[in-house]
């Protein structure tokens, strides 16, 4: 976990800065678990969160803000009422534990001053926010109440007292020093990896910043102690000492590193790492604005994971039905086309009824439709009569006929569905915010995919579709759809005749618009345009891709094709390789 206790540190150091002296002026607890208080400190406003979700503890200032739940938590007004308009004395990190203690100067009912504390405890599962009265150390409620039925060793519920989680076996990294560091050495298992050493030893330390100091130190986070000789005792405890240095003079440096394809976060912390060697990373103004934009990227992609994983799961098991359907219906079209045979057999039997003894199993008959097959070994019923056996024939016929021209109908529109299916799951894959995915339900509710009951829904006001927004490095306008509404929109409505459109061949992907402006378009656009659209395909993660284009004028959708679902001619085919959109000189435009 990067946010640990020096992450923590550096959280306190920049919020004693800006926030002590400072008043609450409002309290909102927008989730179950977390709270958002806005200060109003050196003639600014700012959004404090402080959260306790199981997932995502943290503490910081941010610019995000959620809607306010209609009615406030009893421990929303439980703060309101003790601590709006309180003064922030202090903020103080407990040792270097995930623990932050706020020193808050108020009045109580009687208009008497009073001093309270509201600890944040950052602690996974275990995360937990309380107000506690300071001179009595008296719980006066918390975000998660802990009754002995949840926890046997430490409750937190009102009325008890509160204390501090103490780790007796970690010692506390601000206190370094050589003689200590040896000895907890020689106390170590000596099968232990240095790794899990210095985070099992040392408080406020996460395995990310242990296996720095290992990588500062020149020595293999996996390394056990016993294998470590004085000299390279001597260069771990000095590569520590590097690190708790900064710490102590407050010397952070907040930074990130992220994948240039997918922009998915590696690693966040308040300091640059080196273990990750040439990779690039981002520094950021401030721990909270690192925080801020770490946690909301990751808040929006569990929100996104959430929100689409029921209606994911509902396509995935209806694209299943329509593969199985799809299958069995060509089974019934190859059937279907050996219908001729009963109709001979029904047209034999009929012009030979007075030869065909009662109760016969076969009968060989004179076969005058096949010149080279001048005799037909025909099955009988033997329980019914020769004309029953010619008349049920005639009915197998009849029912392969009509089978047959319906399933030359049915087999493209199972096939149609198939198609359609999949792009929405591969928009669904490419879906970045939820604004994307309500986008999505929505036009699965109108294709009758999704049902909900009609007095519960409401209205939907239609928002302006934003399909992402490319300039190739030649200055040409490129246009992505994210789902099939994007794509639809952006073929029939946006592209005109004379632009180009691409579209991976064969497998679901994005509708891509290059727009042409009247004039030639070179190589290197047309290129980079056919990578987007491998990209924004299911063919994303493959090296080599094919992307058909045409001019617009040759795409059309279909009579009651279902949305986005278009066909083409006078196609040309581009083979490309969609790993290479991150070495193009593409720009994207954050419309």
């Not at 790794?195 to 990310?208: D, H, N, R, T």
């Not at 770490?294 to 694209?319: C, G, P």
């Not at 109760?359 to 004179?366: N, P, R």
């Not at 345009?529 to 395909?537: C, H, V």
């Amino acid at each position: 976990m990067s946010y640990d206790g020096i992450t923590t540190r550096a959280i306190v150091h920049e919020l004693s800065q800006l926030l002590i002296g400072g008043r609450i002026d409002k309290i909102h607890q927008q989730e179950k678990d977390e709270l958002l208080i806005q200060v109003y400190s050196n003639g600014k406003n700012y959004k404090l969160l402080l959260s306790a979700s199981s997932n995502n503890p943290r503490l910081y200032i941010t610019n995000e803000s959620k809607k306010n739940p209609l009615s406030p938590p009893m421990f929303c007004m439980l703060l309101r009422k003790h601590i709006t308009s309180s003064i922030i004395l202090n903020i103080e990190q407990y040792k270097m534990d995930r623990v932050v203690v706020f020193t808050l100067s108020g009045f109580d009912e009687l208009g008497n001053k009073k001093n309270r504390e509201l600890i944040i405890e950052i602690m996974g599962k275990h995360s937990n926010i309380i107000l506690v009265d300071k001179e009595s150390h008296i719980i006066l409620d918390s975000i998660k109440r802990v009754p002995l039925s949840i926890s046997r060793v430490r409750q937190i519920l009102p009325g008890l007292q509160y204390l501090f989680i103490d780790i007796d076996e970690k010692s506390n990294p601000i206190d370094l020093n050589l003689k200590e560091f040896k000895s907890h050495l020689e106390k170590a298992e000596k099968n232990q990896k240095l790794l899990k050493f210095l985070y099992g030893s040392y408080m406020g330390l996460s395995p990310l910043i242990s296996r720095e100091i290992c990588f500062l130190a020149d020595l293999e986070s996996n390394r056990t102690i016993i294998s470590l000789n004085s000299d390279s005792i001597l260069k771990l405890y000095d590569a520590f000492s590097i690190i708790m240095t900064k710490v102590n003079n407050n010397e952070f440096e907040p930074m990130y590193i992220s994948r240039e394809d997918t922009e998915e976060i590696i690693a966040f912390y308040a300091m640059p790492l080196k273990q990750y060697g040439n990779i690039e990373f981002t520094e950021v103004d401030s721990i909270s604005a690192l925080l801020d934009y770490v946690y909301s990227k990751k808040d929006t992609f569990d929100r996104v994971i959430q929100k689409s994983a029921n209606f994911r799961k509902m396509l995935v098991n209806r694209l299943e039905r329509s593969q199985k359907k799809l299958a069995n219906q060509k089974e019934d079209l190859l059937n279907s086309r050996d219908r001729e045979k009963y109709k001979i057999y029904a047209d034999l039997l009929q012009s030979s009824l007075h030869k065909i003894p009662k109760g016969s199993s076969e009968i060989l008959l004179e076969n005058y439709y096949d010149e080279n097959l001048k005799e037909l070994l025909v099955p009988l019923d033997s329980k019914v009569s020769a004309a029953e056996n010619a008349q049920n024939y005639y009915k197998k016929y009849a029912k392969l006929k009509t089978a047959n021209r319906l399933l030359l109908k049915q087999i493209p529109d199972t096939q149609a569905e198939i198609d359609y299916i999949e792009h929405v799951i591969m928009s669904i894959v490419n879906s970045a915010s939820v604004e994307d995915l309500e986008e999505i339900k929505e036009e699965l509710i109108i294709g009758g995919y999704i049902t909900i009951k009609t007095k519960s829904r409401k209205k939907i006001k239609e928002k302006p579709l934003k399909p992402l927004h490319f300039i190739s490095s030649d200055n040409f306008h490129i246009y992505v759809g994210k789902n099939s509404k994007q794509n639809e929109f952006l073929t029939m409505k946006i592209a005109k005749k004379e632009d180009i459109w691409f579209h991976t061949k064969g497998i679901p992907g994005s509708h891509v618009i290059l727009k042409t402006e009247g004039k030639e378009i070179p190589e290197s656009t047309m290129l980079e345009s056919a990578i987007l659209a491998a990209f924004y395909s299911s063919g994303r993660n493959s090296s080599s891709v094919e992307v058909d284009y045409t001019d617009k004028k040759y795409v059309r959708k279909p009579k009651n094709a279902k949305t986005g679902m278009v066909i083409y001619t006078n196609q040309k085919t581009l083979l490309v390789n969609p790993q290479l959109l991150k070495s193009q000189e593409i720009t994207k435009v954050e419309d």
